[in-house]
């Protein structure tokens, strides 16, 4: 069963610092496009973050110069440092990633989300 393990996802006091990791798991052989996105209470899911396989990265304008993605190719993972943190920053956090799977083809998955709260 393909799925996608968000981790690092809690409690922080506004200014702090956050560390989200998402592992593709299952019959997987590589990762095309990997993201986060988050989800407040009340508002549309939005894109957090986006990296490519080969590194290029895009950013929501509400945290770019705060957030950073990364990925690892070899492991399949996609990881947001999430710094500066705000209140407004509060949201479910989901990872997404199309994944080459290993009987063929390419496929989209959601992650089942982690709560990042952040208090002021």
């Known amino acids: 069963q393909v799925q996608l393990v968000e981790s690092g996802g809690g409690l922080v006091q506004a200014g702090g610092s956050l560390r989200l990791s998402c592992a593709a798991s299952?019959?997987?052989?590589?990762?095309?496009?990997m993201a986060w996105y988050r989800q407040a209470p009340g508002n549309q899911r939005e894109l957090a973050a986006l990296?490519?396989?080969?590194?290029?990265?895009n950013y929501g304008d509400s945290v770019k110069g705060r957030f950073t993605i990364s990925r690892d190719n070899v492991k399949n993972t996609v990881h947001l440092q999430m710094n500066t943190l705000k209140p407004e920053d509060t949201a479910v956090y989901y990872c997404?990633?199309?994944?080459?799977?290993?009987?063929?083809?390419?496929?989209?998955?959601w992650g089942e989300g982690t709560q990042v709260t952040v208090s002021s």
């Open positions: 299952g019959s997987v052989i590589g990762a095309n496009n």
């Open positions: 997404n990633a199309d994944l080459f799977l290993r009987n063929g083809g390419l496929k989209n998955y």
């Open positions: 990296i490519t396989r080969a590194g290029s990265t």
